[in-house]
C-alpha cells in the first residue's frame, strides 16, 4: 500500500503565494516521478508538474514561470511552491506519485486525497 498525503491549501489573494506539500508513504521500493495535477469546478483535470526521478521538471505552460516543482528524496516528499497566483489557479490540487512496489514491479500510479486553492480577492 501506498498513501499519500498533501497539504498547504488555502485562500490566498491574487499575486500571492502558496507552498503545497506530498508525502509518500508505505511500501515503496522506488519513485519514479511525483507530481501535481488540478481541477477547478466543472473542468477535468489537467496537468500542472511533474519531477521525474532524475530527470528534468515539466510545467504545463500555463503555470510555467510561475510555479516551482521539488522533491526531497529522503522524505518521500513533493512541494508545488506557486507564486504570482491568479484566479484561474483556483482548483483542487492533487499529488501523484508513479511507484514501484513488490506488488508492483511495474510503475503505478498514486494519488493524494486533493488540497483546495483558491485564489481570489
Known amino acids: 500500500q501506498v498513501q499519500l498525503v498533501e497539504s498547504g491549501g488555502g485562500l490566498v489573494q491574487p499575486g500571492g503565494s502558496l507552498r503545497l506539500s506530498c508525502a509518500a508513504s508505505?511500501?515503496?521500493?522506488?519513485?519514479?516521478?511525483m507530481g501535481w495535477y488540478r481541477q477547478a469546478p466543472g473542468k477535468q483535470r489537467e496537468f500542472v508538474a511533474s519531477?521525474?526521478?532524475?530527470?528534468?521538471?515539466n510545467y504545463a505552460d500555463s503555470v510555467k514561470g510561475r510555479f516551482t516543482i521539488s522533491r526531497d528524496n529522503a522524505k518521500n516528499t513533493v512541494y508545488l511552491q506557486m507564486n504570482s497566483l491568479k484566479p484561474e489557479d483556483t482548483a483542487v490540487y492533487y499529488c501523484?506519485?508513479?511507484?514501484?512496489?513488490?506488488?508492483?514491479?511495474?510503475?503505478?500510479?498514486?494519488w493524494g486525497q486533493g488540497t483546495q486553492v483558491t485564489v481570489s480577492s
Open positions: 519531477s521525474p526521478t532524475g530527470g528534468v521538471t
Open positions: 501523484y506519485a508513479d511507484v514501484q512496489t513488490a506488488a508492483r514491479l511495474v510503475p503505478y500510479d498514486y
Open positions: 508505505g511500501s515503496i521500493f522506488s519513485i519514479f516521478a
